[in-house]
């Protein structure tokens, strides 16, 4: 099976509920890239459907945007 | 370690996706909630932080809120 793709960006906010997420999902189906890091894969991420993230990119093709980045009253 | 709660209301948009997500997480790990069938729980679920469904409920109290329902665009 084709491993599902976890897209971030370091989000400070997020880090805490992303790791929460990854810890519920065996570490062999997810592949992890952090985007500010990894830049030369911005595109692929867009191509694939990702409009913000964190964003979770299935074997399947399906995209799951989560939280659609942070809020502004996450942010206070 | 408690078990995550994921919370939905059978969008039939979202239930590729939502599956796809519970193939992911171990079936042991997560428990899943029916708020149109179970509407006893929305008090709980709102109590919890949750806005708009799908949303995750991690153990530690952590709310993902996953593509904020359907957007339009998906209905068309």
Redesign the interface.
């Known amino acids: 099976m084709a491993k ?1 793709i976890f897209y971030h960006a370091g989000c400070p906010v997020c880090v ?2 992303e790791q ?2 990854l810890n ?3 570490s062999e ?2 592949e992890v890239v952090h985007l500010r890091n990894e830049k030369a894969k911005v595109a692929a991420a867009e191509k694939a459907g990702v409009q913000s993230v964190p964003a ?1 990119v ?3 093709g ?7 980045g942070a809020a502004i009253a996450d942010l206070k």
Chains 1, 2 share one sequence.
């Open positions: 599902a805490s509920a929460d997420l519920l999902i065996p189906a997810v979770l299935l074997s399947n399906n995209v799951l945007h989560i939280n659609f």
